[in-house]
T-cell receptor, first 115, second 116 residues
Framework: DTGVSQNPRHKITKRGQNVTFRCDPISEHNRLYWYRQTLGQGPEFLTYFQNEAQLEKSRLLSDRFSAERPKGSFSTLEIQRTEQGDSAMYLC?????????????FGNGTRLTVT | AQTVTQSQPEMSVQEAETVTLSCTYDTSESDYYLFWYKQPPSRQMILVIRQEAYKQQNATENRFSVNFQKAAKSFSLKISDSQLGDAAMYFCAYRSPSDSNYQLIWGAGTKLIIKP
């Protein structure tokens, strides 16, 4: 178990630029979540995959955000035309199976700063 | 809709002493799951302890235990013999079995400071 891996750890970009983050979940985990977290707050749900299918997307997520999980393995989160309000920590988490008790395993996150 | 409230933005405790972090939630469901997660300054969120609502016995994991009061909708975390490594943000979370996407509903977190 190598854990959930996220890249890059930090990203600084200018407003208006596009950015893409990558998440590699624990290999046998079929569920993958993206969250956004601002300082001093709990994670805010963005989107969820079961295998390669994107099953849920937050209504708070603007059309500038898109996520993919080709082949049900790694996932990417792209933000187009970034805005300063997009500055946050982006967390990826994965979990396994049908058990409601199964915990989420989180990556270290990608910290995005939009200047 | 379910909500989770952590009323203590920050708590501090002397090393080796015991501290209790509070969490309350609102739900109309009878069966659900509750979790405490820890997020140290390195930022990786880690599961501390979990509790199934249908179990009356409070969950325990080494120095961590919960006081689950279902009628009061309260789920507090007790940390005994506090250690410097316990310093972190602690988040309480709720999961409903009626949510097929296994979504977690999160509290705003409590920052725990350990005084040496």
């Amino acid at each position: 178990d190598t854990g959930v891996s996220q890249n890059p750890r930090h990203k600084i970009t200018k407003r208006g630029q596009n950015v893409t983050f990558r998440c590699d979940p624990i290999s046998e985990h079929n569920r993958l979540y993206w969250y956004r977290q601002t300082l001093g707050q709990g994670p805010e749900f963005l989107t969820y995959f079961q295998n390669e299918a994107q099953l849920e997307k937050s209504r708070l997520l603007s059309d500038r955000f898109s996520a993919e999980r080709p082949k049900g393995s790694f996932s990417t989160l792209e933000i187009q035309r970034t805005e300063q309000g997009d500055s946050a920590m982006y967390l990826c988490a994965s979990s396994l199976g049908q058990d409601f008790n199964s915990p989420l395993h989180f990556g270290n996150g990608t910290r995005l700063t939009v200047t | 809709a379910q909500t989770v409230t952590q009323s203590q933005p920050e708590m501090s405790v002397q090393e080796a002493e015991t501290v209790t972090l509070s969490c309350t939630y609102d739900t109309s469901e009878s069966d659900y799951y509750l979790f405490w997660y820890k997020q140290p300054p390195s930022r990786q969120m880690i599961l501390v302890i979990r509790q199934e609502a249908y179990k009356q016995q409070n969950a325990t994991e080494n120095r961590f235990s919960v006081n689950f009061q279902k009628a009061a909708k309260s789920f507090s975390l007790k940390i005994s013999d506090s250690q410097l490594g316990d310093a972190a943000m602690y988040f309480c979370a709720y999961r409903s079995p009626s949510d097929s996407n296994y979504q977690l509903i999160w509290g705003a977190g409590t920052k725990l400071i350990i005084k040496p």
